[in-house]
């Protein structure tokens, strides 16, 4: 099992930045691929980046690329999202996960964090 525990969201306004941080504990870690989600109310839970358990790979969906950097660091066992410039149509729980292989379709993730909450306003 790998347990991963989300911190690092809160209430920011458009145009400022956040870094959310996911600690991983329990299986070695750095043999997983890494994703993050984010699902706003009322809709499904979308793909955001994803990054390969060597850190060579990423993946990040259109709305994002430019403004978002997905990054690991393996000896603390953290995966981190760097958000800039953000929308108030950013908002959304964001979720950490981790799967055995490089992927952007959530049903290939193993290990789900509990999410944390962004709220970006106008």
């Known amino acids: 099992q790998v347990q991963l525990v989300e911190s690092g969201g809160g209430l920011v306004q458009a145009g400022g930045s956040l870094t959310l941080s996911c600690r991983a504990s329990?299986?070695?870690?750095?043999?997983?691929?890494v994703g993050w989600f984010r699902q706003a109310p009322g809709k499904e839970r979308e793909f955001v980046a994803a990054?390969?358990?060597?850190?060579?790979?990423?993946r990040y969906v259109d709305s994002v690329q430019g403004r978002f950097t997905i990054s690991r660091n393996n000896a603390n066992n953290t995966v981190y999202l760097t958000m800039n410039s953000l929308k108030p149509e950013d908002t959304a729980v964001y979720y950490c996960?981790?799967?055995?292989?490089?992927?952007?379709?959530?049903?290939?993730?193993?290990?789900w964090g509990q999410g944390t909450q962004v709220t970006v306003s106008s």
């Open positions: 996960a981790a799967a055995t292989q490089f992927t952007t379709s959530p049903a290939r993730y193993n290990f």
């Open positions: 990054l390969s358990w060597n850190g060579y790979s990423t």
């Open positions: 329990g299986r070695t870690f750095n043999n997983y691929g």
